[in-house]
Nanobody, 125 residues
Framework: QVQLVESGGGLVQAGGSLRLSCAVS????????MGWFRQAPGKEREFVAG????????SYADSVKGRFTISRDNAKNTAYLQLNNLQPEDTAVYYC??????????????????WGQGTQVTVSS
């Protein structure tokens, strides 16, 4: 059974930083692309960042380029999302997701097969 468990969310002031973690079990981690999504109240879930199985390729939403960094440690079966220069509009529940096909870094939520429970990020102004 594949499980994804996020951690690292919290409350920060604008301009602050957080690092989210996503621990994966039940599947060969390096054989899966990983993505981070977020969902704010009243809005649809949106793609934030993605990373290939080897970590050699990454993709970002325009709204977070230059501020967020996705990475992974295949030895630890964990993906990370470093959030810098956070702004109030970044407030959302952040989800990690796993794509078993690993053909490309998908930006559509429907392409991902497994999801974590989400972690809340709140940015105050």
């Amino acid at each position: 059974q594949v499980q994804l468990v996020e951690s690292g969310g919290g409350l920060v002031q604008a301009g602050g930083s957080l690092r989210l973690s996503c621990a994966v079990s039940g599947r060969t981690f390096s054989m899966s692309s990983m993505g981070w999504f977020r969902q704010a109240p009243g809005k649809e879930r949106e793609f934030v960042a993605g990373i290939s199985g080897s970590g050699s390729r990454t993709s970002y939403a325009d709204s977070v380029k230059g501020r967020f960094t996705i990475s992974r440690d295949n030895a630890k079966n964990t993906a990370y999302l470093q959030l810098n220069n956070l702004q109030p509009e970044d407030t959302a529940v952040y989800y990690c997701a796993l794509d078993t096909l690993m053909i490309t870094i998908a930006q559509a939520a429907r392409a991902y097969d497994y999801w974590g429970q989400g972690t809340q990020v709140t940015v105050s102004s």
